[in-house]
C-alpha cells in the first residue's frame, strides 16, 4: 500500500516515501539506490537525494567549490513531494539521503511526518568513509589540499558553511548520529548493514533489503555498478560524461540510462589515473579520534567492530 499524506492546503492527496536509505555517505547508497530502482514493486524518488528531512525550509546558500546541494535539495514538502507522483501500484516507496544520518534535525522530521518509515543505513569504517569522501572530491576537481590539510581546515569550512561532502571527518560519529534515530524510532524500524558485508555479498543484503521493505525477494538486480576512483587525466573528457552539460543532456533523449552509465563507465577505466593514498599517520590520528565512538557504537547496535578499531 502507499503511504500519504493529505494536502489541508489543496485537499489533495500526497503520496510520501514508506523507507529511506538515511546513510551513510560513501558507503554504497549509491548503489544500493540503483540496486533497489529495478526492483519492479519499488518506487525510488529520480532525485536521489533530495535532503528534505535535513534541510526542510532553510535557505540554500551552501558555500564552497561544491554547491550542486543547492540546486538539488527539496527544502519544501510541496516540491519534495513532487518527486512521488509518478507512483503507481509499488509497494515500497523511497529516496536515499545520506545527509540525514549526519543532520541533527532529520531523524524528528521524518517522525513528524513519517512515523512508521522503515529506515536503512549502511555503515562504512570511519577513517574509510572519510578518505573515501576526500578522495572522491579530488576526482571531481573540487579538493585541493591534502588530507591532512583538509581535516586540519574542516572547522572553518563548517563555520563558513561548505557543503557538508566537505566535512570529512564529523560525518564518521556515527554513534553519536545514529543515537538519535535509535532514540526517536523502534528499533524493528531500522536495518542496519556494515559496507563491507554489501561489498563481499550485495545480492544476499539487497535480498534483506527487499524481505525487509515487503517487496519480492526473489528478484535479482544488475549488481555489476561500481563506483570508480582515481584521479582523472583529462579533466574535459571526465566532465563531458559525468557532469551536466549540453551535450550530455542533447544525446539523453537517444540513449537508455543504462546505456549513459556503461559507457561512462568505460571512459572512465581509460581516462581515471591513480587515486589518492591514505598515508599512515594520517588513519592513525583519525582511529584514535574514533576510537571511543566506535567502541559506544558496537554497544548500540549489538555489533562487533573491533576490526574498526585495528
Avoid: C
Amino acid at each position: 500500500m502507499n503511504w500519504g499524506k493529505s494536502d489541508r492546503r489543496s485537499g489533495n492527496f500526497m503520496v510520501l516515501p514508506n523507507f529511506l536509505i538515511i546513510g551513510a555517505a560513501k558507503a554504497g547508497t549509491s548503489s544500493l539506490y540503483y540496486y533497489l530502482q529495478q526492483h519492479p514493486q519499488i518506487y525510488m524518488s529520480p532525485v536521489k537525494e533530495p535532503k528534505f528531512f535535513a534541510l526542510e525550509g532553510e535557505p540554500l546558500d551552501f558555500q564552497g567549490p561544491d554547491q550542486g546541494i543547492n540546486r538539488t535539495s527539496r527544502t519544501s514538502l510541496a516540491a519534495y513531494s513532487e518527486l512521488f507522483q509518478d507512483v503507481s501500484d509499488e509497494i515500497a516507496i523511497g529516496e536515499a539521503s545520506p545527509l540525514y544520518l549526519y543532520s541533527f534535525k532529520a531523524a524528528i522530521r521524518i517522525k513528524h511526518y513519517l512515523p512508521n518509515v522503515k529506515l536503512i543505513a549502511i555503515l562504512r569504517h570511519p577513517v574509510d568513509r572519510a578518505f573515501s569522501s576526500f578522495a572522491h572530491l579530488v576526482r571531481e576537481g573540487y579538493e585541493t589540499l591534502s588530507f591532512a590539510e583538509a581535516l586540519r581546515e574542516e572547522p572553518t569550512r563548517i563555520q563558513q558553511k561548505w557543503a557538508p561532502l566537505f566535512y570529512y571527518k564529523q560525518q564518521g560519529f556515527y554513534y553519536t548520529q545514529l543515537k538519535r534515530y535509535f532514540d526517536t524510532f523502534e528499533r524493528s524500524q531500522i536495518k542496519l548493514y556494515l559496507y563491507e558485508e554489501l561489498a563481499a555479498n550485495s545480492t544476499a543484503v539487497v535480498q534483506d533489503i527487499f524481505r525487509f521493505l515487503g517487496v519480492d525477494d526473489t528478484f535479482i538486480p544488475d549488481l555489476s555498478r561500481k563506483n570508480i576512483s582515481g584521479v582523472p587525466k583529462s579533466r574535459r573528457l571526465y566532465s563531458l560524461f559525468n557532469r551536466d552539460n549540453p551535450i550530455k543532456s542533447a544525446l539523453k533523449p537517444f540513449f537508455s540510462e543504462q546505456l549513459r552509465r556503461s559507457i561512462a563507465e568505460k571512459f572512465d577505466k581509460q581516462n581515471l589515473g591513480a587515486k589518492p593514498i591514505l598515508l599512515p599517520e594520517d588513519r592513525q590520528d583519525l582511529l584514535k579520534l574514533y576510537k571511543e565512538d566506535i567502541l559506544k557504537l558496537q554497544n548500540l547496535i549489538q555489533r562487533d567492530l573491533s576490526h574498526w578499531i585495528t
